[in-house]
């Protein structure tokens, strides 16, 4: 199995920073893009960031410019940078990965995984 687990989330107060990381671990043959995705409540799961395995990055409109992605590809782990938050981007954050499983001459299909999500709250 495959597993991703976040930390970092967290209370802050507007206009601060936090840091999110997101590992993943198991039995992993490649990992493709790695993402961020948040979900406020009674909103849609949203995207907010994600990054290639080449480090090809791509940001919601509401994150360019405050919200920084990064992965470390030896450690299968990917990072957010986040500040100048405020009470909007409170939510839950959720880790996504599209990776293919793989153990000895096994090869699983390529799939998203996700995290259990790490909640993010900004106070004004």
């Known amino acids: 199995q495959v597993q991703l687990a976040e930390s970092g989330g967290g209370l802050v107060q507007a206009g601060g920073s936090l840091r999110l990381s997101c590992a993943a671990s198991?039995?992993?043959?490649?990992?493709?893009?790695m993402g961020w995705y948040r979900q406020a409540p009674g909103k849609q799961r949203e995207l907010v960031a994600t990054?290639?395995?080449?480090?090809?990055?791509n940001y919601a409109d509401s994150a360019k410019g405050r919200f920084t992605i990064s992965r470390d590809n030896a450690k299968n782990t990917v990072y957010l940078q986040m500040s100048s938050l405020q009470p909007e981007d409170t939510a839950v954050y959720y880790c996504?990965?599209?990776?293919?499983?793989?153990?000895?001459?096994?090869?699983?299909?390529?799939?998203?995984?996700w995290g259990q999500g790490t909640q993010v709250t900004v106070s004004s």
């Open positions: 198991g039995s992993i043959f490649s990992i493709n893009a």
């Open positions: 990054i290639t395995s080449g480090g090809g990055t």
């Open positions: 996504n990965a599209n990776l293919r499983a793989g153990w000895g001459s096994f090869r699983g299909p390529v799939a998203d995984v």
